[in-house]
């Protein structure tokens, strides 16, 4: 069965930083490309991130550029999204997707994950 796990959300201080994994199991994320999307309350899904992973190649919407990275480690194969300067604007519930092109784009991807709930709150 294939399938796409989040983890590493949660609660943290205007400022702060959290660190989001994507792992895949069932099938290798090594020909496909990996997005980052979030959905907050009231408000559409919107993409975050993405990353290409046989050619590292990546893209960042305007509101993460700067204070995102996306990563991928082969070997578990894993991507991750390191979230630093967190607003309480960042919060929202998270998820990961796989698909074969890298885009910020919904309907790109074939695999979802279950999402995880990062909350920005003092």
């Known amino acids: 069965q294939s399938q796409l796990v989040e983890s590493g959300g949660g609660l943290v201080q205007p400022g702060g930083s959290l660190r989001l994994s994507c792992a895949a199991s069932g099938f290798t994320l090594d020909y496909y490309a990996v997005g980052w999307f979030r959905q907050a309350p009231g408000k559409e899904r919107e993409g975050v991130s993405c990353?290409?992973?046989?050619?590292?190649?990546?893209a960042y919407a305007d509101s993460a550029e700067g204070r995102f990275a996306i990563s991928r480690d082969n070997a578990k194969n894993t991507v991750y999204l390191q979230m630093n300067s967190l607003k309480p604007e960042d919060t929202a519930v998270y998820y990961c997707?796989?698909?074969?092109?890298?885009?910020?784009?919904?309907?790109?991807?074939?695999?979802w994950g279950q999402g995880t709930q990062v909350t920005v709150s003092s």
């Open positions: 990353i290409f992973i046989s050619t590292s190649s990546t």
């Open positions: 997707a796989a698909g074969r092109l890298c885009t910020l784009g919904l309907y790109d991807y074939e695999y």
